[in-house]
């Protein structure tokens, strides 16, 4: 009979955790990236073609929003006594003036603010974001790379 050591089972636990992470922040970031188009118009026309340095913006963006809107999730949690915090989508004022106190609205409003920043910051206008996220709802071959693009930035030590 084998004997298991104790740091084994850390490593198999840790590796478990960091594995649940990966999944829950790639589905949330998934559910995330349809509600996050921001207020400027979106074209109808969508360039077919998302190059990989557009994709590595993107998801590096996604990744820096996301640790925000948990951020701002958090605190707006707290504030409504653990209630459920209604989806906030950024260009829909109406979903912002749901929230039931002047201080969560506020932090609402500064993560799209926020959210906005950091994607001009990547690179991408926040045009080319948008279009990026209406063309991940049908490109399934879109999904995928920028799904694995996120898997490898997370991945890293210094994930920026």
Known sequence: MKKITH???????????????????????GLFAGSIVFSSKADAQIPTKVGTNEIVKYSQALL??????????????????????PTIVCNQPSSIQSLRTRRARDIARKYCQRSQKIVEESG?????????????????????????????????????
């Not at 925000?68 to 707290?78: G, H, M």
């Open 64 to 85: 820096t929003i996301e640790e925000t809107r948990l951020q701002a999730f958090e605190d707006i949690k707290k504030i409504g006594g653990g209630e459920k915090v």
């Open 124 to 160: 991408l206008s926040i045009q080319r974001f948008n279009n990026i996220t209406l063309k991940l709802r049908n490109d399934e071959s879109l999904k995928r790379q920028i799904h694995n693009t996120l898997i490898r930035l997370q991945k890293k030590p210094n994930n920026p």
């Open 7 to 29: 740091s084994s089972k850390v490593l198999n636990i840790s590796r478990m955790l960091s594995r649940s992470f990966l999944v829950s922040t790639l589905a949330t970031i």
